[in-house]
C-alpha cells in the first residue's frame, strides 16, 4: 500500500485514497460505497450510527480517521428570513463561517468559504479586516458542506453552491476543486455543476487555471468577478490587489474563460453609497461590459460597522441598475439576506473571537 498521510478526518481524502486505505484494512471495496452513501445521501457523520457496517469494521474506521467531520460547531444563528449561519472553528482554533439561503423557488444554497481571513483586503469587507491566516483543506471546505445539508429536514437537500464565503477561492483552488468533486459526483452529493458558482475578486492567473480544468475534467463550474469599480484608479482603491493585474486584464481572462467553457461569465458590483454608485460609472460600466455576454449583479453594500461606508439608497440602486440595463447591459440586483445575523462575509467570524452560544 502506497503512504498515505493521516489526516485528520474522512472527509480529508478523496475516493481513490479511501480506497487503498480501505482495503489495506482488509475492507472489501464495497464498503466504502457504503459509507459513502451514509454521509452523502443519509447525512450521517457517525460511523457508530452506520447500521449495516459490523461492530468492527466502524471501530476499524473510528480508530483509522476518528471521524468524519473534524470541526466543531461553535453557533448556528437563523435570521427572519430563515438564512442560517454556522461558525465552525477547526482543530486548530481557526474559525470560519457558512451560511445556508433559503429562498421562495425551493433554492437551498450553501455559501462556502475557502480561507481563514483574506489577503485581499477589499476595503468595504470584513473577511479581510485581520489578515489572512491560513487555506482551508478540502475535508473542511466540504464540511462546511455536510454540516449545511444536514441542517435542513430529511426530506431537503442543498441544491446550489456559491463560494462566496471568507477567503479568495482561486488561492486555494486545488483544495477546493478537490472538495467539490465530491459535491458534484453521482455517489457524492451528486449536485448538477452549474449550480456551483465560484466569485474570485479577479486573478487572471487563476482564472485560466480554472478553465484549464473546466475543460480537462468537464465540470463548467459559473464564474462570477468581483469588478465593484469600472476604472482601475477606483478599482485599487477599493480592492487593492487590482494593482497587480488591472481591470482589463482581468476582462480578457473573464472572456477566455467564456470561449473555453461555454459559461457566461457574471460580474459583481457591490454597490457603494458616493463611491462607485455616480453617473460616469454607469457610463463606465456600460463601456465595459455592453458588448461581452456578460451580465451584472448588484449587491447593495452591507454595511460593516467598524467601516465607514454607507449602502445607497433604494431609489439609487434601482436607478443605477435602469441606467444599466437602459443601454444594453444585463442586470441582476442581489437582495441582501441574514442581515440581522451578519451574513456578510467575514462579520461572524470577527463578532465572536470568544466562545458564543447557539441563538435561534
Ligand atoms: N473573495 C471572493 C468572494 C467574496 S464574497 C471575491 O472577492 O469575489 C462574494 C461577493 O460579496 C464579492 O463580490 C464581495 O466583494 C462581496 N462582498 C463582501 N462583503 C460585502 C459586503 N459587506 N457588502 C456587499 N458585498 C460584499
Known sequence: MKSIDKKNGFLEYNSTDLLEILTGLGLPKFRLQQVRRWVFARKTTSFDKM??????????????????????ELACYRSDDSTEKLLIEWTDGERVECVLL??????????????????????????????????????????????????????????????????????????????????????????????????????????????????????????????????????TRIIPQNQFSGISEILKAAD???????????????????????????????????NRTAIINIIPLNPVSELNFQTPSAKTVAWFAGQLESQGVQVKIRFRKGDKIGAACGQLRRVHRTTPTRTG
Open 51 to 72: 447500521t449495516d457496517l459490523s461492530k468492527e469494521t466502524r471501530k476499524l474506521l473510528t480508530e483509522q480517521f476518528g471521524s468524519v467531520l473534524q470541526g466543531k
Open 102 to 235: 433559503r429562498d421562495n423557488r425551493n433554492h437551498r444554497t450553501a455559501c462556502i468559504s475557502t480561507q481563514v481571513g483574506c489577503a485581499m483586503g477589499c476595503v468595504f469587507c470584513a473577511s479581510g479586516m485581520d489578515g489572512f491566516v491560513r487555506n482551508l483543506s478540502r475535508g473542511e471546505i466540504l464540511e462546511q458542506f455536510v454540516r449545511l445539508n444536514s441542517l435542513l429536514p430529511d426530506q431537503e437537500r442543498l441544491t446550489h453552491v456559491v463560494v462566496m464565503g471568507i477567503g479568495e477561492p482561486l488561492l486555494n483552488l486545488d483544495a477546493l476543486l478537490s472538495a467539490l468533486d465530491e459535491v458534484t459526483v453521482s455517489d457524492g452529493f451528486d449536485l448538477s455543476v452549474r449550480r456551483v458558482t465560484i466569485s474570485t475578486v479577479g486573478i487572471p492567473s487563476g482564472i485560466r487555471k480554472l478553465a484549464e480544468s473546466v475543460v480537462r475534467n468537464g465540470k463548467g463550474y459559473k464564474l462570477a468577478v468581483s469588478l465593484h469599480a469600472p476604472n482601475d484608479g477606483l478599482r
Open 256 to 290: 477566455d474563460y467564456f470561449k473555453q467553457t461555454g459559461r457566461r461569465v457574471t460580474f459583481e458590483y457591490t454597490l457603494i453609497a458616493g463611491l462607485n454608485d455616480q453617473p460616469e460609472h454607469v457610463q463606465q460600466l456600460v463601456h465595459l461590459l455592453k
